[in-house]
Each structure stands twice: as C-alpha cells, then as structure tokens.
C-alpha cells in the first residue's frame, strides 16, 4: 500500500497547488473585469476549486464510472456539509448573504439533482440527461454574467499582473491538475483495493475528499476575509459545475446504469445536500432569525450528518 498511498498523498498536493494556482488567476481576472464576490465565487472560484473533480472524473469514467459517480455526488456533499459547516462553526460575526445568489443559480442545481435519477431508473436516458446537464450549466453561466451588471458590491482594485501572466499561471494550473489526477486516482484505487472498498466507495469517499480539498482551503481562507459572499457562491458554483457539467460530461461517455444500491444512495445524497443549500433562502423568505448558536448548531450538524452518510455508505 506503501507506494500507492504516496500517488493519493502526492497526487493530493499537486492538485491543491494547481487548483491554487487556477484560483488565484481566477481572483485577478475578477479583478480586472470588475465583477462582484459572488459571482466571482459562482463562476471563476468556483471553476478553479473543481477543476480536480473535472480531472478525476473524466480520467476515470472509461475503466471505472462507479468511482467517477461517487466522486462528484462526494464532492457536492463534502462541499455543504464540510465546507459550509466549517465555515458556520466559526462564523463569528460575520453572515452569509446568500440572498445575492437567488433562485436563477440554485433551481438548475435542483433540476439536475432530480434529472440525473433517470441513469439509473432508464438508463438508454443518460445521453440526453447528460445533454440537458450542460445546458442547465450554460444558462446558470450565462444568468451570473448578465446579472453581475446589476450588483453594486464589485471588486474595484485593478490587478497588477499582465494579462499573459495570468493566463500563463492559469495554464500551469490547469497542466498541473491534469498530470496530478492521473496519479491521484492510481494511488486511490490501490488503497481502495487494498482496504476491500468498492469503486463507488472509493469514488465517495476517497477521491471526493481528496478532489475537494481546494473548496475547504479557498473558502476558508475567503472567510476569513470576510468575503462570505464568495464563500457561499463558491460552494454553490462547485456544486453545479459539479454536477450540471462533469457529470454532464461524464454522462457523454459511459452507458452505465447506475442502478446498484450504492449509486442510488449516493444521488439521494447529492439530491439532499441540494436542498440544504435551498435552505437559506427559504429563512430569507420565511424572515426567520438566526443567531449565532443557530449557526453553530447547524455548522456541527453538517459535519455530524457527513460522518454518519459515510458509515452507511461503506455497508452498502
């Protein structure tokens, strides 16, 4: 297990310092085009924290679809539960305004949630599910774009580095990530194997962990610089990237039916953290008040409720 377990650890690193790298030219494009934190978080943040998923999966759907499934339906998960229940741990002061991201950004993340159960409930269906994934990405795309016109809060200091250098450390990232997935997802499949775990399981737990590291570090680090408007449109944008296009992508090439227990678990899952991320809005709405302790109580709950879907995912 020893040299496979150094693939995961590597593998690990390098696509942490290539998503970095990918979110930083991501921050100074914002910059440069003027555009508000959270649509900087839905968009180009959000883009950058997924790239490892989008490596992984695609590197992985061929031989091994069930750990490309669990990877992204584990990522998303990972992202409200983790990423989010952190950040409400130690929220302080400081609150969300998730009011900013509304319902144009969240209802093709619900919409897909519910699509992508026709995999496995009529499989010849994973073509055209797949199509209609993408293109609830490009209208939540587009929708950011024209709206981030309309906000007031946007990034006005100019960025300092030329547009080539940008564009060169973006490419470093994106070329960083691609040779780092490969053995990112060679060492877990060996651990995995080692330790008896399916392919889903792997894929859930292993490489959803790994591939979603850059979300918890970025957010975090956005938190703490009290840009909590990225740190929610992050997480939103992750998912539906996650979602709307890999697994869009993903669905392209393979003609799998996801109809194992395992699979099906890992949707209702996905389906879930979907709605939580809902949630917030429905309070807005609701004009519910939430102090402090709420946010605590809630951000404790996330990480007690991850801990527990992991256990019953290992038994199926």
């Known amino acids: 297990m020893g040299m496979h377990l150094f693939y995961l650890m590597a593998g690990t690193v390098a696509m942490m310092v290539g998503a970095d790298y990918s979110v930083r030219a991501s921050l100074k494009l914002a910059q440069r085009w ?13 883009l950058g924290t997924s790239l490892p998923e989008l490596f992984v999966s695609l590197s992985s759907v061929s031989e091994h679809p069930e750990v490309s499934l669990g990877n992204l339906m584990g990522s998303n998960a990972f992202n409200v539960a ?25 209802w093709p993340l619900l919409a897909g949630s519910v699509f992508v159960f026709l995999w496995f409930q009529y ?14 990405y490009a209208w939540v795309v587009g929708k950011s774009i024209k709206t981030k016109a309309e906000v007031d809060d946007v990034l006005k200091e100019a960025p300092k580095t030329s547009t080539a250098s940008v564009g060169l450390m973006c490419l470093s990232g994106f070329i960083l990530l691609a040779v780092a997935s490969h053995y990112f997802l060679e060492g877990a499949l060996g651990v995995a194997e080692e330790l008896a775990w399916k392919d889903g399981f792997a894929g859930f737990l292993l490489a959803a962990v790994g591939t979603s590291l850059p979300e918890l570090f970025t957010s975090l680090y956005a938190f703490k610089q009290g840009r909590t408007q990225a740190v ?4 939103v944008g992750s998912n539906a990237f996650n979602l709307l296009m890999t697994g869009g992508i993903v669905g392209l090439f393979t003609h799998q039916a996801f109809d194992d227990e395992s699979s099906q678990f890992m949707l209702f899952v996905n389906l879930g953290a979907t709605v939580l991320l809902i949630a917030p809005l429905l309070i807005i709405k609701l004009r519910i008040p939430i102090s402090k302790s ?14 527990l879907v992991i256990k019953h995912a290992h038994t199926l």
């Open 34 to 46: 003027g555009w508000p934190d959270w649509v900087a978080g839905m968009l180009l943040l959000a």
């Open 82 to 106: 983790i990423v989010l229940g952190a950040c409400l741990l130690f929220i302080g002061e400081k609150k969300f305004e998730v009011a900013k991201i509304g319902w144009s950004s969240l």
């Open 123 to 136: 499989p010849p269906s994973i073509f055209y599910s797949s199509i209609l994934l993408i293109v609830l």
């Open 232 to 235: 929610f449109g992050n997480v």
């Open 294 to 307: 709420l946010h605590t109580l809630a951000g404790l709950m996330l990480l007690v409720c991850y801990v």
